[in-house]
């Protein structure tokens, strides 16, 4: 295994499940300090909500130790010699080297967070958060650090999750974003929903530009980030820009990769082409269900399901991963996020014909003290009727009514049948219509006129 976090060692785990140390030798290697950890949890971590590392950290190395997986830690494989069977692998604090044999390579490595080539960007005082020790170092600037001004570069999850966790330390947060509105998995009417509540909130919202050079100080510090038309004054930078695949040292094994750089692998998670090698989690591109396309989507949910399939399949079971239609969840304060299928221009790239409706509605019964508003957008296929997507943005309660899009698509359902839905009703959880089936209605009669 190579990679010891959600995908390596779930497999890992599946793997030792189904066949004992005498059946199968595992051996799986880190090279960072933390094994099966909630990456996405690290905001949240930062933020305060959560108040201790370790309560991410959802199993030790040694509770992997004590199930016969000898896993060593601090330990980078450099090199994958697919035709030999066997990887080379560094020690990371001593430099000693050496080769380990495989009858089944399991590659877990993840993704690497974007950092921008421009002055300035390795910076003290400048933070990407993609791991535990990166959360670390980030709290521990947060400790050193008077000022209280801060800006974070992008407006995706991480970044509106990180400007969250940063209003929550007491500082003045600027989001600089490169895209028209934040959230770019949203379309741009839904973004600028969260664009407006962020400000709302006291977040400086900068769209439409791009941070061209981190100033620093005489003391080497940041101190600004430095765009073509303005300069924003900032004691730390949080980066959240995104992250690509880690997949190079796949690429020189020539193992095949995809558009967006992921390895490509079947419904066994076996890479394809190669009979004793699987890979899974944020290395590698998944099938979406709705376009038919493969796609790059690093999320822990998929991660672990990888891990599931995989572990079965070199255990000696057998398992499929058919695909994702894309959902994901956030928030920034009390303000959920959520989407599930494609936005417009995914299905307008994947050659499809669609209708949009947007409604707006209420997380409760309007009569039922709480009630907040929420706004519902759906995508569906003219004629068919398919349900092609769905985004949500509201308050307490909008964000988890995707579930019920993101089974409606898996199962290929249509926005008539949804209106038929037999969903929960009371007035402290839902109006009579539950607002994804507002939406489900209005989508319906649209597409009958075709």
């Given at each position: 295994m190579i990679g010891g976090d959600a995908a390596g060692m779930s497999a890992a785990s599946q793997a030792r499940r189904l066949r004992g140390p005498d059946e199968l030798e595992i051996v799986a290697f880190e090279r960072g300090h933390f094994t099966s950890y909630s990456a996405c949890g690290i905001p949240y971590w930062v933020g305060g909500d959560v108040e201790e590392r370790d309560r991410l950290i959802a199993r030790s190395p040694e509770e992997h130790r004590a199930r016969e997986i000898d896993l060593r830690m601090r330990t980078e494989v450099m090199e994958i010699d697919v035709a030999g069977k066997r990887v080379r692998a560094r020690d990371v604090d001593s430099g000693a080297e050496s080769w380990t044999s495989y009858d089944r390579l399991v590659i877990g490595t993840g993704a690497r967070p974007i950092r921008p080539d421009m002055p300035g960007a390795d910076a003290p005082g400048v933070h990407g958060v993609q791991t535990l020790d990166d959360g670390q170092a980030l709290l521990d600037t947060l400790a050193r650090t008077r000022g209280r001004r801060a800006v974070v570069v992008g407006a995706g999850y991480i970044g509106v999750e990180m400007a969250e966790a940063m209003i929550n330390?007491?500082?003045?947060?600027?989001?600089?974003?490169?895209?028209?509105?934040?959230?770019?998995?949203?379309?741009?009417?839904?973004?600028r929903l969260v664009h407006k509540a962020m400000q709302g909130l006291g977040i400086t919202m900068v769209n439409d530009t791009e941070v061209t050079e981190v100033r620093t100080g005489e003391d080497g510090r940041v101190r600004a980030?430095?765009?073509?038309?303005a300069e924003y004054p900032a004691d730390v930078v949080v980066l959240g820009i995104g992250v690509r695949p880690e997949t190079r040292l796949a690429a020189a094994a020539g193992l095949p990769l995809g558009g967006r750089g992921g390895l490509l692998t079947d419904l066994a998670m076996r890479v394809r082409g190669h009979e004793d090698i699987w890979a899974g989690g944020d290395c590698v591109e998944v099938l979406n269900l709705v376009s038919g396309q493969e796609q790059y989507i690093p999320l822990g949910t998929h991660a672990n399901k990888h891990g599931q399939v995989i572990g079965t399949n070199v255990g000696g079971g057998y398992a499929t991963f058919p695909g994702v239609v894309g959902t994901a969840v956030s928030k920034v304060c009390d303000l959920e996020i959520a989407r599930t299928g494609l936005r417009e221009k995914d299905a307008l790239r994947a050659g499809l014909r669609f209708e949009t409706v947007t409604i707006e509605s209420t997380?409760?019964?309007?009569?039922y003290p709480g009630a907040s508003p929420m706004t519902v957008k759906m995508l569906a296929e003219r004629r068919t009727g398919r349900l092609l997507g769905v985004q949500i943005v509201g308050r307490e309660g909008a964000g988890k009514r995707v579930d019920i899009a993101a089974v409606a698509l898996t199962a290929e359902m249509t926005v008539e049948q949804m209106t038929a839905l037999d969903l929960g009703y009371a007035p402290p959880f839902s109006p009579v219509w539950d607002p994804v089936l507002v939406a489900a209605r209005k989508a319906a009669?649209?597409?009958r006129a075709f």
């Open positions: 330390r007491g500082y003045r947060v600027t989001v600089v974003n490169r895209g028209s509105e934040p959230m770019s998995t949203l379309d741009p009417d839904m973004g980030v430095a765009t073509p038309d997380s409760r019964a309007g009569y009669t649209k597409v």
